[in-house]
């Protein structure tokens, strides 16, 4: 380990990260475009393997074939959309009853407060609970972990040409008594050719 503060060296990873903690908060930061959404998904796959799981769509653009294809079971998937930022806070207090995680877009204007209290309801609860910032970042004290994407390269095509077969994510690490860290994730694309038989995620959209 180097100096106290220090940032460890970069290492290489497949895309796994240490498994969910029930009660506790994630936090998937930064730029739309760097590999969170697909990130926060994968995360879901362990879960949905003990219990149902919930994705609150915020921007409209998740797919249940993105989560099945990391591994998701369909049955155990539940996709919300709600973009309305004031019945939000309410939303996601309801779908953390009685599921093992949730990955969750935050729209922005939601306070700071609403996100403590949902904070406080998940650790009696005890889902695991991904918060992921549409604009901006989550206010500090409230994840255990945070995953911040800084940057992403793509393997696979020449001048435009080819087919996209790997992306590599890079995050910052961080959290309650765990140093800050770099690391890089290599996230191997699927060419899935075929669909789900059993096509029996639920989803619901809420104005």
Known sequence: ????GAV?????????????????????EGPTGLGLTRLGLSLLAAPSRVGMVVALDVRGWLSPASAWEVGVIPERLVL????????????????????AAVYAEVPS???????RRLAALNRARR????????????????AHLRLRSTGVSWEGVDRGHGRLTRRRISLEISGKSIPLREVELDDVLLATTHTPQRLTSHVSRLA
């Open 109 to 115: 204007g939601v306070g700071e407060q609403q996100l």
């Open 8 to 28: 460890q060296q970069p290492t290489k990873t497949e895309l796994v990260l240490p498994a969910l903690s029930p009660g506790q908060v994630v936090g998937l």
């Open 80 to 99: 919300i959309r709600c973009d309305n930022r004031k019945l939000w806070p309410q939303v996601a207090a309801a779908v953390l009853e009685g599921v």
């Open 127 to 142: 889902a695991a609970l991904m918060l992921r910032p549409v604009r901006g970042d989550l206010p500090s004290g409230i």
């Open 1 to 4: 380990m180097g100096p106290q």
